[in-house]
């Protein structure tokens, strides 16, 4: 990277030191390649680095030609001016899907930080921050386990108390429609919301009173039953339930190939004012609950999956074993730091 590069990089990572919270800094190499550069709160002299994806580069860059370009940068920029809302194509595009590692982003020192962008666009390859080390420890895992298998019967509790509300919601709505009120050609025809609405009624009525293909148009599609299993029905599914031979669509010109008779619509009044079957709500089964290793086994799936963007080897055995390790040595560190507090404020 060119000494100019250098400073403008330099200078980007200044402004951002010298802003009294935090925030971040987008940079913008000549050739279009973005980094987003973001403080470190423990350590001011250091910043954190990642690039960002293809797609979000600018496209000045598009008569800049990169004559070593094996990660496939120059054919992404162009495939995307000329489909903007096409997903660039890069072959190592998974490496920019860092975002889960971002906390475990190692920061470094300014001149450090520009060495390592240098050589990523001097080497034309995707600059791969280094992360920590992965860490276990049991607590954590126990904790999680706790957490997980807690909101696993929170949602089933929840699951089967809606089931009881909906169930008595269905049972209401169904009483109101059969109300003395009520007509009684239209006793029990409902929808979600209560009894049919009057307009609703003079339609079925009209329907009733002369079949034809413009009264059924306008009673087709309307919703005249509600209940727990089936959910809402239009006059046409219960026509389709009713009749093998019913239309399950319309024809090419957009018109009915038949309609139901008198007789038939009868039916699927009659059917639609059945009152719902009670359906008691069954406290669910709980899922198999989370345990130990199975948080284990999804931590791993998901540090290996960090590593591979990034190019590393997934994690062995043995690597598992060094993570424990580590944990119980930033247990022992805590405890340590704990006494030191108790100490001071004893003193």
Not at 92 to 98: A, E, H, Q, V
Not at 147 to 160: G, L
Not at 245 to 261: C, Q, T
Request: proline fraction near 6%; include cysteine.
């Amino acid at each position: 990277m060119d000494v100019f590069s250098r400073r403008s990089l330099l200078n980007a990572i200044v402004r951002l030191q010298d802003r009294i919270e935090g925030g971040k800094v987008c940079w913008r190499h000549a050739n279009g390649r973005t980094f987003e550069i973001t403080p470190d709160d423990q350590e001011p002299d250091k910043v954190r680095v990642i690039e960002n994806e293809p797609r979000l580069y600018d496209v000045i860059c598009l008569n800049r030609i990169w004559w070593d370009d094996p990660n496939g940068y120059e054919k992404a920029y162009r495939s995307w001016s000329c489909l903007p809302y096409q997903e660039p194509s890069i072959r190592d595009k998974s490496l920019f899907k860092s975002f889960k590692s971002r906390l475990r982003i190692i920061s470094l020192p300014v001149e450090d930080t520009i060495d390592a962008v240098s050589d990523a666009i001097d080497q034309n390859r995707v600059y791969r921050p280094l992360i920590t080390p992965f860490v276990l420890n049991y607590n954590d895992l126990r904790s999680q386990v706790k957490r997980e298998n807690m909101q696993r019967i929170r949602n089933r509790n929840e699951y089967y108390y809606s089931k009881q509300i909906k169930q008595k919601e269905i049972e209401n709505v169904y009483e109101q429609s059969m109300g003395a009120d009520i007509p009684y050609f239209f006793r029990g025809i409902r929808n979600e919301g209560g009894p049919i609405c009057e307009d609703g009624r003079n339609c079925l009525l009209s329907f009733f009173n002369s079949p034809s293909i413009d009264t059924w148009d306008k009673v087709a599609d309307f919703i005249i039953s509600y209940d727990i299993i089936n959910g809402d029905r239009t006059v046409w599914e219960i026509w389709i339930s009713l009749d093998p031979s019913a239309p399950r669509s319309l024809n090419e010109d957009g018109d009915w190939p038949k309609i139901p008779d008198k007789e038939m619509f009868i039916r699927i009044l009659k059917t639609a004012r059945t009152a719902p079957k009670p359906k008691p709500a069954r406290m669910p089964k709980i899922f198999p609950l989370a345990t130990i290793d199975s948080v284990l086994n999804l931590k791993v799936i998901q540090e290996n999956a960090i590593r591979r963007n990034l190019e590393m080897t997934e994690l062995t055995d043995a690597e598992v074993n060094e993570a424990f390790s580590r944990g119980i040595q930033s247990l022992c560190g805590r405890a340590k730091r704990r006494q030191k507090v108790r100490g001071r404020m004893g003193q």
